[in-house]
């Protein structure tokens, strides 16, 4: 979680020093380790550092090559000996991530972004091309945004401190309004229009007359195919990949503390990092695991599978109760929350993990976020056979229907309606048989907004990029992304002061997921087939046979009926309304259901709290930044 900024004057005049050293200062906060402003005439780059293993306390950002080119670095680098290698390097050992990354581009030049594989953003000026390259990791777990005109571009980790620096009439993008209600904001934009964000897996480039271009130097290979002949081979390979995704993130001087639920995502990640710890392979001290669990809340609370994993690992978690840190707790210090951030409404977790890092001394921590999407959690065989359906395979199609129809208990027609034509069709006509809540949440929004952003369309799915033909592929893809976009959204990282690490994200293992056959990923009646069959022995046994997980329904009516009081005030004259993106009656509708505790609409409503707070938050900020307005 280091800071990373900048200024490219490509107008011929030279950056201030004053205001590269204003934007060095607003990004102390999220590297406190110390780090400089480097100025070069036109150029100013700035680095605040925030170390997490011995390599980072050996490097001096930004990094000057030999040849006067400038390096900012705000990241792991996950393949460093096959770096050093390729660039014919020493020892990668006795390197850091930075050299290691300059030797990469003095070998491959703008392409050397593609050959970089970990959680990274970075900043490089070539003053011999007198180029400016910014660029991010595959899945934007580091956050980096930038504002261009034609006289310069500025850039920073950091949004708010972006937006304290460009002093120019701002105003908020309902485009990225809609995102956020939706099914996830476009990666590229930030909540305000004219600031961008730079998109996972691309690399802007900008040259001495302004102009910017955005290259893609990662994506997912849609022809991608990858077959072996038994399960064994499968199996291996996964469990291979798993395992360096999980080494790779252990690189630290200091604890590292892992996400427990209990469910089968964060207990691989934490019985894989325990069993390398044993066995010598990783760097990590030690690993402490946090839990979020509940007395009051049966359903929800998950402590019978996290004993499983305690007494596996030997260790008990550190457990956050859920009646010290309610739903709905807000975010105490807001000052540096520019995105609309779920954590404003929602922080009480959070509050707790930064409490428990700071006691541990701690700054890694590792998320199982992406197993669901990746590995199939779910009994939905829609994308088998939507597959067989368009590939014209009709005598396995009817194989499958009877299998499934079987399992799930499902009419045969109506299988066939759902899971094999409805997804088949074009997303417009799929919009118009959509029952879910996302439908619910539709009715709330004004209407002329909700037409102008297509919002019906957009909240159906996550559009597909890459370009799958295969259902099945297409499918994971969109699982994928859907994850990229909540996390390059960076509400975590911005209301986090530790790194934020997600192993089923490794790009190696995301590019073999997205290329074996479907059949691998699920089976009739056994989600997540791959990863149960691989995991034998690692994980308890207990974990590779549960099929569910604990409701939250129970812990989100609750909460908004005893947080009523707190919140109700936000609702006396919404912004929402006023700036029209919601309709007053049904909301208020929607609020009286939710003083009851009513769950069914509660993740909606949580998403339109959160619209109100960052809303207010803007207004507040209107004070002291008068550049920025609402409409």
């Given at each position: 979680?280091?800071?990373?900024?900048?200024?490219?004057?490509?107008?011929?005049?030279?950056?201030?020093?004053?205001?590269?050293?204003?934007?060095?200062?607003?990004?102390?906060?999220?590297?406190?380790?110390?780090?400089?402003?480097?100025?070069?005439?036109?150029?100013?780059?700035?680095?605040?550092?925030?170390?997490?293993?011995?390599e980072s306390r050996m490097e001096d950002q930004p990094y000057v090559s030999q040849a006067g080119r400038i390096l900012a670095w705000d990241g792991r680098m996950d393949n460093r000996e096959e770096i050093a290698r390729l660039t014919r390097s020493t020892n990668s050992s006795s390197r850091t991530d930075i050299e290691l990354v300059m030797a990469a581009y003095e070998c491959w030049g703008e392409d050397f972004v593609s050959r970089l594989i970990g959680d990274f953003a970075?900043?490089?000026?070539?003053?011999?091309?007198?180029?400016?390259?910014?660029?991010?990791?595959?899945?934007?777990?580091?956050?980096?945004?930038?504002?261009?005109?034609?006289?310069?571009?500025?850039?920073?980790?950091?949004?708010?401190a972006l937006l304290e620096i460009c002093r120019r009439d701002v105003e908020i993008d309902e485009d990225h309004i809609a995102g956020f209600l939706s099914f996830g904001v476009d990666t590229a934009?930030?909540?305000?229009?004219?600031?961008?964000?730079?998109?996972?897996?691309?690399?802007?480039?900008?040259?001495?007359?302004?102009?910017?271009?955005?290259?893609?130097?990662?994506?997912?290979?849609?022809?991608?195919?990858?077959?072996?002949?038994?399960?064994?081979?499968?199996?291996?390979?996964f469990r291979e990949l798993f395992a360096d995704a999980v080494k790779t993130r252990l690189r630290a001087d200091r604890p590292v503390i892992a996400e427990l639920?209990?469910?089968?995502?964060?207990?691989?990640?934490?019985?894989?990092?325990?069993?390398?710890?044993?066995?010598?392979?990783?760097?990590?001290?030690?690993?402490?695991?946090?839990?979020?669990?509940?007395?009051?809340?049966?359903?929800?609370?998950?402590?019978?599978?996290?004993?499983?994993?305690?007494?596996?690992?030997?260790?008990?978690?550190?457990?956050?109760?859920?009646?010290?840190?309610?739903?709905?707790?807000?975010?105490?210090?807001?000052?540096?929350?520019?995105?609309?951030?779920?954590?404003?409404?929602?922080?009480?977790y959070?509050?707790?993990?930064?409490?428990?890092?700071?006691?541990?001394?701690?700054?890694?921590?590792?998320?199982?976020?992406?197993?669901?999407?990746?590995?199939?959690?779910?009994?939905?065989?829609?994308?088998?056979?939507?597959?067989?359906?368009?590939?014209?395979?009709?005598?396995?199609?009817?194989?499958?229907?009877?299998i499934w129809g079987d399992l799930l208990r499902e009419p045969y027609f109506r299988l066939l309606w759902q899971k094999a034509l409805l997804p088949a069709l074009p997303i417009r006509f799929r919009a118009a048989f959509r029952?879910?809540?996302?439908?619910?949440?539709?009715?709330?929004?004004?209407?002329?907004?909700?037409?102008?952003?297509?919002?019906?369309?957009?909240?159906?799915t996550t559009p597909d990029i890459y370009g799958f033909r295969r259902p099945t592929g297409r499918d994971q893809a969109i699982g994928f992304l859907s994850v990229v976009n909540r996390i390059a959204a960076g509400f975590r990282t911005e209301a986090a002061n530790y790194d934020i690490s997600y192993p089923f994200l490794h790009r190696p293992l995301v590019e073999f997921l997205c290329a074996i056959p479907f059949e691998q990923l699920l089976r009739p009646g056994e989600s997540r087939s791959l990863m149960r069959r691989s995991?034998?022995?690692?994980?308890?046994?207990?974990?590779?046979?549960?099929?569910?997980?604990?409701?939250?329904?129970?812990?989100?009516?609750?909460?908004?009926?005893?947080?009523w009081t707190k919140w109700r005030r936000f609702f006396d004259n919404p912004l929402v309304v006023r700036y029209g993106f919601v309709e007053p009656k049904p909301l208020e509708a929607a609020l009286l259901r939710a003083r009851h505790g009513l769950p069914g609409e509660a993740f909606q409503l949580a998403s339109i709290l959160t619209l109100e707070v960052w809303l207010r938050l803007v207004e507040e900020r209107k004070k002291s930044l008068p550049h920025i307005a609402c409409r």
């Open positions: 979680m280091s800071a990373l900024g900048g200024i490219y004057r490509f107008d011929g005049a030279t950056v201030e020093r004053e205001m590269l050293a204003r934007l060095g200062r607003s990004l102390t906060a999220r590297g406190p380790d110390g780090g400089r402003d480097l100025l070069a005439g036109q150029v100013g780059l700035s680095y605040r550092a925030f170390h997490t293993n011995r970075l900043s490089l000026w070539d003053a011999q091309t007198q180029k400016l390259i910014l660029a991010r990791d595959h899945a934007g777990v580091r956050s980096l945004y930038y504002r261009i005109d034609r006289e310069s571009v500025v850039w920073s980790s950091d949004l708010t934009k930030t909540p305000f229009l004219g600031f961008q964000a730079i998109r996972p897996g691309h690399a802007l480039v900008v040259d001495r007359a302004g102009v910017a271009i955005d290259r893609t130097v990662w994506t997912l290979d849609p022809e991608a195919t990858i077959r072996f002949k038994t399960d064994a081979d499968y199996e291996e390979r639920s209990g469910g089968l995502d964060s207990s691989s990640i934490v019985c894989m990092a325990d069993r390398l710890l044993r066995s010598g392979s990783a760097d990590a001290p030690r690993l402490e695991t946090v839990s979020h669990v509940s007395d009051e809340y049966k359903t929800s609370d998950e402590r019978r599978f996290i004993h499983y994993v305690e007494e596996h690992v030997g260790r008990r978690s550190n457990y956050v109760r859920q009646e010290d840190y309610p739903y709905l707790t807000p975010m105490p210090d807001t000052s540096r929350i520019s995105t609309i951030n779920r954590f404003l409404t929602n922080c009480g959070n509050i707790a993990v930064k409490k428990l890092m700071r006691e541990q001394g701690s700054r890694v921590l590792l998320s199982g976020v992406g197993g669901d999407e990746l590995l199939h959690s779910v009994n939905d065989p829609a994308p088998e056979l939507c597959e067989l359906l368009v590939t014209c395979r009709f005598l396995r199609l009817f194989q499958r229907l009877k029952k879910n809540n996302d439908a619910l949440l539709s009715s709330w929004l004004n209407q002329d907004f909700a037409r102008r952003v297509g919002f019906q369309e957009r909240s159906l995991l034998v022995g690692i994980l308890p046994p207990e974990i590779l046979r549960r099929k569910g997980k604990g409701q939250t329904r129970e812990i989100l009516g609750i909460g908004f009926e005893r947080q």
